[in-house]
């Protein structure tokens, strides 16, 4: 028999500060009425955030549950295109395996 895997979800929050030479850099679209991250640009503020912090990397699949307390589709778009300062609640999905139980 195959392990089963049993999901997981996490929540964690970022704050970041656009900067007038560099993009926020946030890749997403909107898959069931979620905006899921598909990248990050290079070179951008979020590339950097990844870059120094390893621990909390922003990455695809992440999900975009919440921007600057905005839950509407429509409104976090608009504060991640043009908020100066933008705190993003992101979900994600961890996949554990379950250990396997054997029956003797």
């Known amino acids: 028999p195959s392990p089963m895997t049993k999901p997981v979800f996490s929540e964690f929050s970022q704050t970041?500060?656009?900067q007038d030479s560099c993009p926020l850099g946030l890749r997403f679209v909107m898959e069931h009425?979620?905006?899921v991250v598909v990248g990050v640009a290079p070179y951008s503020v979020?590339?950097?955030?990844?870059?120094s912090h390893p621990?909390?990397?922003?990455?695809?699949?992440?999900t975009?549950?919440?921007v600057?307390?905005?839950g509407d589709l429509e409104q976090m778009k608009a504060e991640?295109?043009?908020a100066?300062?933008?705190?993003i609640l992101f979900h994600r999905e961890n996949r554990q395996v379950m250990p396997e139980h054997s029956l003797q």
């Open 55 to 62: 621990d909390e990397v922003v990455m695809p699949g992440d």
């Open 46 to 51: 979020l590339a950097k955030w990844n870059t």
């Open 68 to 70: 600057n307390g905005y």
């Open 84 to 87: 100066p300062v933008v705190t």
């Open 64 to 66: 975009i549950a919440d």
């Open 80 to 82: 991640l295109v043009a």
């Open 16 to 18: 970041f500060h656009r």
């Open 33 to 35: 009425s979620s905006l």
